[in-house]
């Protein structure tokens, strides 16, 4: 076979000009006395200036150890041992830790799972969403607190001047992650991540909060990565959608794409395993077998284990990005082997 298998070829469709961020063969472990977690496994791909870019995938998958590697705010243990991450196409791995400073919240924010657990419950809301503001920029403290007032009424929390003066533990769940957004725009960044932002809320309150990243996004024109494990969440609001498996990008493209023609078998595994109008009344399928040891990578494809149509070739060797007939990515060596059949270089049973 006329393939380079020692290679991962990374073909992501952008516009330079409109190219806010660009990760290149992101690999990022944590060292621990039981070896190293290889948690993201040569990650890549682009981000437009205005898009919104859907990263979805099951616990474990490297998702938000993506997120906190561009943010670098990763634990003490965790370290980025190869890759690339363009900001502007300057490299963020080379900045210095006061250069890092001035990157969080003025160029990129983010939004944490938890908003009980981001803000300080001994501040009050004032306090804190001040405190970033003229953190961030060369605002007094009245000009801060007149800001603060506009982000909350921007983010649709009434009585703004009366919330100011509140405790965390004094608003609801959906409340308090409209103040961890407020926060995240304070000095209104070109990047904002939001990492599994609507898992502790109810399903109104998601739609809810899904609805004001939406409008926010357009107002002010920034580019939003949406870190989820919900395919629901990403289904009508993303330009454009990975997923991710085992530290590595399976499959890549629109919405459309994604859940309308999947060529990777584990995307294929997560629409099977979800309701929705065509399958109802009937056994939702679950994926089969255990989430992959980060400990002890397999050599070839990470979801070869779990996959019923796995393929000799799967085992030992790592399957490359291939571009589907209709434009989007998969990392699949069955796309592959159904490509050479097709162009008369694999014989059928080969």
């Known amino acids: 076979m006329d393939i380079n298998k020692n290679k991962i070829e990374e073909k992501v469709r952008h ?3 409109n190219l806010v961020l660009q990760v290149k063969n992101l690999h990022t472990s ?24 859907g990263v979805v995938g099951e616990s474990g998958s490297g998702k938000s150890v993506t997120a906190y590697s561009i943010m670098q705010i990763l ?6 041992v190869e890759g690339e991450i363009l900001y502007k196409g300057k490299n963020l791995l080379d900045y210095s830790k006061k250069e890092m400073q001035g990157f969080r919240g003025k160029c990129c924010s983010i939004i944490f799972q938890d908003p009980m657990t981001s803000l300080n419950p001994v ?3 004032g306090h ?8 961030h920029t060369d605002k007094n403290k009245e000009e801060a607190k007149k800001r603060a007032i506009e982000l909350l009424k921007l983010v649709g929390i009434n009585e703004p001047e009366k919330r100011l003066k509140q405790y965390p533990f004094e608003h609801s769940g959906g409340m308090r992650q409209r103040v961890m957004i407020a926060m995240a725009l304070a000095s209104e960044p070109d990047i904002l991540i939001a990492d599994e932002p609507t898992t502790a809320l109810d399903v109104t309150i998601q739609a809810q909060i899904l609805e004001l990243l939406q409008d926010l996004q357009k107002k002010m024109g920034m580019a939003i990565i949406l870190v989820t494990h919900d395919l629901g969440v990403i289904a009508s609001m ?3 959608i990975i997923v991710m498996y085992g530290g590595r990008v399976c499959e890549r493209g ?8 999947p060529c990777h078998e584990y995307t294929k595994g997560l629409l099977r395993s979800i309701p929705n109008v065509d399958n109802m009344g009937q056994k939702l399928v679950p994926i089969a077998g255990n989430p992959i040891n980060l400990l002890n990578m397999p050599k070839g494809c ?6 019923d149509n796995a393929l000799k070739i799967c085992i030992d060797e790592v399957p490359y990005e291939m571009e589907m007939p209709d434009g989007h990515y998969a990392s699949c060596w069955l796309n592959v082997m159904r490509q050479l059949e097709k162009e008369g270089k694999l014989a059928v049973n080969e």
């Not at 990470?302 to 996959?307: D, K, Q």
């Open 238 to 240: 993303c330009d454009e």
């Open 15 to 17: 516009n330079e000009e």
């Open 75 to 80: 634990a003490d243990t965790g370290r980025v």
């Open 302 to 307: 990470a979801f070869c284990s779990r996959c």
């Open 128 to 135: 804190q969403l001040m405190e970033a503001i003229t953190l």
């Open 30 to 53: 944590f060292f621990t006395d039981k070896g190293e977690v290889k948690s993201v496994n040569g990650v890549s791909f682009n981000l437009q200036k205005g898009k919104i870019l």
């Open 123 to 125: 501040f009050t809301i």
């Open 254 to 261: 629109t919405a459309e794409d994604i859940f309308y023609r």
